[in-house]
């Protein structure tokens, strides 16, 4: 249904009560059903004939939609949800976490309310969504749990190479730094072969010529397994050299490798930026005639490193003005999402950052 609509219909089943509920209490609001009510589009309700009346949290149109008589209007993520509510005596009876109240409505019992302020639910000790299940979607760390509204690491799952989740770690596998052996993945806390077991020794068949794609099934002389297929196998990408000095040439205020084909923008961005800022700042980047503009992936930031050089990693015939300090990629951590990796051009080094920290860009397209 349009909002709108929506919007009209709570309207016309409400009383001046209603406004007086949504103007104390920007964000939600109720009204119980009365006989008495003037309800313009009761036809409308009594067209979809006997229904099944709502549970508390369940998703509600209007009051008479709940088993309780309290349809709650939340507003998430600036659209108007309904869910059913229902009377308390005090908080405790309400669902768990910071935006849950018993508040008082016009002349009525108190009922559970709920401020929403979006739809993910991370672990901050509220009840982001108001769907009575507190920081749900809490991103916190591999081993780490939320817990009032915090992302701790349980005394359990504290090794020596830190936090983990020993039922999955390869290096902690049901207890610290039990490592499993090659071809091994942590399954529920024990190592368990990966691939396929093959005359008693456990082998990864994807990548193995004696063994491709099943047991005893070897390649040919000249090719190799890979993902399971005995083929000729061509090295020469390993073989690319990475930051030969002839590669790059100007072009206007951008610089090409001419074997990546990539286009570097000569300058950083005029000032450190955090990731969310340093995306939007590539994104919004007009040079040289091109406007597709973005943040380096962490593998094409690493072909602009000089390996034989340090404070800065960078060649000064191509880049002129690289810090000796890490420059944002726009490639997250795989273990932590808040996370995402940098390339520090004082050594080459690469290390996933909190992506609120601030850096320099360098734009790529
Ligand atoms: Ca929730
Ligand atoms: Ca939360």
């Known amino acids: 249904m349009q909002r ?5 219909r709570r309207w016309t ?74 009377p308390c005596v005090g908080i405790d009876e309400c669902p768990l ?137 061509d090295r020469e990408w390993a073989a690319w050299p990475v930051q030969a000095g002839a590669a790059f040439s100007s072009e206007y205020t951008s610089v090409r490798d001419t074997r990546t084909r990539l286009l570097w923008s000569a300058d950083l961005s005029p000032t450190p930026l955090d990731v969310d800022a340093a995306i939007a700042f590539c994104e919004g980047l007009t040079r040289d005639g091109h406007g597709d503009w973005r943040v380096p992936t962490k593998i094409e930031l690493i072909t602009i490193v000089d390996p034989t050089r340090s404070g800065p990693a960078s060649n000064p015939s191509q880049f002129s003005n690289t810090p000796s300090a890490p420059l944002w990629s726009a490639t997250p951590s795989a273990t932590d999402a808040s996370r995402y990796w940098a390339v520090n051009f004082d050594d080459g080094s690469v290390v996933a950052y909190p992506k609120a920290v601030s850096f320099f860009v360098r734009c790529v397209r």
């Open 97 to 233: 976490g910071l935006g849950w109240n018993c508040e008082p409505i016009e002349n009525e019992a108190n009922i559970c309310s709920c401020r929403a302020t979006g739809s993910v639910d991370a672990c901050d000790g509220t009840d982001n969504d108001c769907d009575g299940q507190l920081d749900e979607d809490a991103a916190c760390a591999a081993g780490q749990v939320c817990d009032s509204g915090a992302c701790i690491c349980p005394a359990e799952n504290v090794c020596s190479s830190g936090c983990t989740n020993k039922k999955t770690d390869p290096f902690n596998c049901g207890t610290c730094d039990n490592v499993c052996e090659a071809g091994h993945s942590c399954v529920e806390g024990e190592c368990k072969c990966a691939g396929l077991v093959c005359g008693g020794t456990c082998i990864d068949t994807r990548y193995d010529s004696f063994n491709c794609g099943g047991c005893g099934t070897s390649c040919e002389a000249g090719l190799e397994c890979a993902d399971s297929v005995c083929k000729a196998v």
């Open 13 to 86: 089943a409400g009383s001046i009560m209603l406004a007086v509920v949504l103007g104390a209490c920007t964000g939600s609001g109720t009204k119980k059903p009365d006989a008495g009510d003037e309800t313009v589009d009761a036809g409308e309700e009594l067209d979809a004939g006997p229904k099944e009346l709502r549970a508390f949290l369940d998703p509600c149109l209007s009051d008479t939609d709940c088993l309780s008589g309290y349809c709650l209007t939340l507003m998430i993520n600036n659209e108007p949800t309904g869910r059913c509510t229902k």
């Open 4 to 8: 709108q609509e929506w919007q009209r």
